[in-house]
């Protein structure tokens, strides 16, 4: 996974949270998603992410708006661009892997 037994000791201490790109493997690795399952439209955003191993830039550019939009969203704040919320609640709806 390209990482150490130290940032391992780091996450599970809850000190860090592992990088979008480590996470990612880390699902891959377990074959599902290790953290609460969300119950809010931002916190399916953040799993969106997490999953899909998207850096908060990455996903703002496939959404075509500013980091500050998906940060918005993420965090249940109005994001300013309905057709961008729309976009993300069809990329969430989509079939996703079963994480």
Do not use: C
């Not at 500013?66 to 069809?90: F, I, P, Q, S, Y």
């Not at 969430?92 to 079963?98: G, L, M, Q, R, V």
Request: net charge positive; aromatic share 8%.
């Amino acid at each position: 996974m390209d990482t150490s037994l130290r940032a391992i000791g780091v996450w599970e201490k809850a000190e860090h949270f592992p990088q979008v790109k480590i996470l990612k493997k880390i699902i891959d690795f377990l074959g599902y998603y290790p953290l609460p399952e969300p119950t809010t439209f931002g916190g399916r955003v953040r799993k969106y992410r997490h999953v899909h191993g998207l850096r908060l830039r990455d996903l703002a550019r496939m959404l075509r708006v500013t980091n500050l939009a998906v940060m918005a969203m993420e965090n249940d704040m109005d994001a300013g661009d309905e057709n961008a919320v729309r976009k993300m609640e069809e990329l969430i709806n989509a079939k996703e892997p079963s994480t």
